[in-house]
């Protein structure tokens, strides 16, 4: 018998208590099962060993009883958030890796295949597993304000393995579980609302969360005495089901690149569940989740997570944060796309008066229309009430004179990339802001410490790095300058927090973490070029990583005179392991701004004006060479900025991939992906991380 306490020692165990309740019109009780943690809604409700056990017996006590129908509900504002994956890493041999898998099925099909109808009140959040619990009762019904509602496995490398890529097609159809299954989850994980689930059918009927429990419980009676039909959709097992494997095939292969090998199966059990075979499907579930939890992906996907989840929550090195001063006005230099979106970003999050302002009356005019805009947007979708549409566009104004900053308690600035330009921009605000107000600057490369140099207060200077688009990348890089203080730093960190994005520590080094990195990797890919590789083996080389976007593509997104600034800034630092290309300035100065194009026939082809400019030598490189190169780069600058002290571990550099380059979960940034496949020791003798983290056990 398989001890899984040992192996599960911190599991937060679920319980799940069995009620026998007396409903008006039901004849015979019915059996309300609740699902709870004993913990307030900031913890959820998970299921490791301990938690399905306790449900198993749950069960038991409820069909003992030989109600009239069985429910499963969850504690206030959680129906429940799927597997407690706390103690996958210390599994080490198949068998207990198998036997987690079968459990799952185990229990939950009991609900599958109950005589008696079972129902589940999906309450509040229900992700992964807890949709899956969900998904094998009989009828759902769902809270207006349930939130989170999602299968997130595919973003981290894994799949539904309790059910969900069996029970989910053959419920709502193989389209729209391929959308909920894989496509949401590979596009930023995303999650879907109660209304939204209703319309695609994943639940019956959606309540008013105010009187939830007491509404189901009567929508329950109605579907036990036979007054209410639940009708389903009838499933089409032919071309239709043809087309959506096409379609989760494309959909894979351009997010992943076949990188992750979890998702991929993932395609494979959908295409399965076509025979709606529930003993075939969960044995072929239960042998893939086996081999997921059984590899290297999992363990870096689970290791992304954790440091999503945990690292991010609690920033390596940041101040008490006892020590941050209030906010209760921000300023805004700039009145471009960026400072746009930061302003807009400080009003939604802080709700407290936000100025903008920039050389002319023209271009500030045109800031606090494109704010306006946006909150419009936003209330357009539904995401804003009337009343908070007008009070976010009353708090964002406009001023010529930085006089306006006066009473900010916190300014940042978003113009021209340029030392000298930044540095006038912080003299000019010294003058008028109080000595505490914090400085900030979103410079992508430059240094915060000769930025704050010439300033009679430079310890209130912060870096304050945002990734593009800010609405969607989480990553906030927030710099140290020599001489800022511990104040202004905890106080960079509270506003962090508050703009709900997730903040790292970084020394005030060229380029910092993520556009340092992207540099010396990109500049390897551009040299390649140089020297006479084609732009299609060069732009391919990676693909095995499965990362979001070649690097062709990337320089495309980022802008070739940005990068090509950022690659100055690199170049002047550390002009031995980042080249300037001739070619690549060459690109910029024509004004092209991408690589591929499209040829009549709308293949992507190189376009032939870059070809012509670009003046390649004869000494091309294979795509193995590429890649060889492009990695061993990585692992060395990597090495590096650790030894320099640019973040605390090799743990801030994953997140900082993960959160402001997009890098795959399942890859756990990069580290980890560098050290299962031999780069780190062949280029610094020793791994990043011990075996065992983002790994199997050794």
């Not at 449900?55 to 959680?78: Q, R």
Request: proline residues 5%.
């Amino acid at each position: 018998m398989t001890d899984f306490a040992a192996l599960f020692p911190d599991e937060v165990v679920t319980k799940a208590f069995t009620r026998l309740v007396d409903v008006p019109g039901l004849t015979g009780k019915l059996a309300l099962i609740t699902i709870d943690n004993g913990h307030d809604h900031t913890k959820p409700s998970t299921f490791g060993p301990g938690g399905l056990s306790s449900l198993n017996a749950a069960l038991d006590e409820a069909f003992a009883a030989e109600p009239a129908a069985i429910a499963v509900t969850g504690k206030p504002f959680v129906f429940a958030v799927g597997a407690d994956l706390t103690g996958v890493g210390q599994v080490s041999q198949r068998e207990h890796a198998q036997a987690i898998a079968q459990t799952g099925h185990d229990v939950f099909r009991r609900l599958t295949e109950s005589t008696i109808p079972t129902f589940a009140f999906v309450n509040g959040a229900a992700l992964g597993g807890g949709l899956e619990l969900a998904l094998s009762c009989h009828y759902r019904t769902v809270a207006s304000n349930a939130g989170a509602i999602a299968f997130p496995e595919c973003y981290l490398g894994l799949f539904p393995g309790w059910g969900g890529t069996q029970l989910l097609p053959n419920l709502i159809g193989p389209d729209a579980a391929v959308t909920v299954i894989i496509e949401n989850a590979l596009s930023q994980n995303k999650m879907l609302n109660p209304k939204k689930g209703l319309q695609l059918g994943i639940f019956d009927e959606l309540l008013e969360g105010a009187d939830f429990l007491e509404e189901s419980l009567r929508w329950l009676v109605r579907v036990v005495n036979g007054d209410k039909t639940v009708e389903r959709p009838e499933i089409d097992r032919g071309k239709g089901w043809d087309d959506a494997v096409a379609r989760a095939k494309q959909v894979v292969e351009s997010k992943t690149k076949g990188a992750s090998p979890a998702v991929t199966k993932t395609v494979e059990l959908i295409e399965l569940a076509r025979n709606n075979d529930i003993d075939a499907g969960y044995a072929a579930e239960t042998e893939a989740l086996t081999d997921a939890l059984m590899s290297d992906e999992l363990r870096a996907g689970l290791y992304s997570f954790d440091l999503a989840q945990k690292r991010a929550k609690r920033p390596a090195g940041a101040p008490d944060k006892g020590l941050a001063r209030p906010v209760n006005k921000v300023g805004v230099v700039g009145a471009g796309l960026m400072a746009g979106q930061l302003a807009l970003l400080f009003v939604r999050r802080l709700q407290v008066p936000v100025v903008i302002t920039d050389i002319d009356q023209e271009r500030i005019d045109k800031g606090v229309a494109y704010i306006h805009g946006e909150i419009d947007k936003l209330a357009g979708k539904g995401r804003l009430s009337p009343d908070a549409t007008n009070r976010l566009k009353a708090l964002v104004t406009g001023e010529l004179d930085k006089k306006a900053f006066a009473d900010a308690d916190f300014v940042i600035e978003a113009v021209f990339e340029e030392m000298t330009v930044k540095q006038k921009v912080f003299a000019e605000l010294e003058e008028h802001v109080s000595p505490e107000a914090i400085l900030a600057t979103n410079t992508s490369s430059l240094s915060i410490t000769e930025m704050a140099s010439k300033l009679k207060n430079p310890e209130r200077v912060v870096g304050f790095h945002f990734f593009n688009p800010v609405a969607v990348l989480p990553l906030l890089e927030i710099v140290r300058g020599e001489k800022t203080d511990d104040a202004s730093l905890a106080t960079a960190f509270a506003v962090g927090k508050k703009l709900k994005k997730s903040s790292v520590l970084v020394k005030d080094a060229p380029a910092f973490v993520v556009n340092r990195l992207l540099t010396r990797f990109m500049g390897e890919i551009i040299a390649a070029v140089d020297e006479g590789t084609p732009f299609e083996v060069a732009d391919n080389a990676l693909e095995e990583l499965g990362l979001p976007m070649s690097p062709m593509v990337l320089l495309q997104l980022v802008g070739p005179a940005v990068a090509q600034h950022v690659n100055g800034t690199m170049n002047a630092a550390f002009p031995d392991r980042f080249g300037i290309s001739e070619n690549l300035q060459r690109f910029v100065d024509e004004g092209k701004t991408a690589v591929w194009t499209f040829d009549e026939s709308g293949n992507t082809v190189v376009d032939p004006e870059v070809a012509e400019l670009w003046k390649s030598g004869d000494k091309p490189s294979t795509s193995e060479e590429v890649r060889d190169r492009a990695l061993n780069a990585l692992a060395e600058e990597i090495r590096i900025m650790l030894d320099e002290g640019v973040v605390a571990e090799a743990q801030d550099i994953d997140l900082c991939m993960l959160l402001g380059a997009g890098w795959p979960f399942w890859l756990g940034g990069i580290t980890p992906f560098l050290d299962r496949s031999g780069v780190s020791e062949k280029v610094n003798g020793k791994r990043f991380l011990a075996p065992g983290v983002a790994s199997l056990p050794a």
